[in-house]
C-alpha cells in the first residue's frame, strides 16, 4: 500500500475546522437612542374591556407612525397612568 502524503497537514487543517465557530458573528451598531436607566418593575395583569383596548391600540399605531419605530398599547397605557399619577 501507498504512503500517504500530507497527513499532518490534512489533519491540521481538519483540526482548525472543527474548532472553528460555524457562523461568524458580526458586530452590530451600537442604537443611537439614549438608554433610559432600567427600573424596578412588577408585573402586573389586567383585563381591560375591550373597546379601551381598542382605543390604547389605535394610539399605539398613530404613535408608531408618528416616530418611525414599534409604540406598544401597553407602553402608551403606562404613559396615560404616569400622568394621572402626578399632581
Not at 452590530?28 to 391600540?57: E, F, G, N, S
Not at 399605531?61 to 402608551?76: F, L, M, N, P
Request: net charge positive.
Amino acid at each position: 500500500m501507498k504512503k500517504s502524503r500530507d497527513v499532518h497537514d490534512l489533519a491540521a487543517s481538519l483540526t482548525a475546522a472543527a474548532t472553528a465557530p460555524l457562523v461568524q458573528v458580526q458586530a452590530t451598531p451600537a442604537d443611537p437612542r439614549p438608554k433610559k436607566p432600567a427600573a424596578i418593575t412588577q408585573q402586573l395583569t389586567l383585563r381591560a374591556p375591550r373597546d379601551l383596548v381598542a382605543r390604547y391600540v389605535d394610539l399605539a399605531a398613530e404613535r408608531s407612525k408618528q416616530i418611525g419605530r414599534t409604540v406598544s398599547a401597553q407602553a402608551v397605557m403606562l404613559e396615560v397612568l404616569e400622568k394621572a399619577s402626578q399632581p
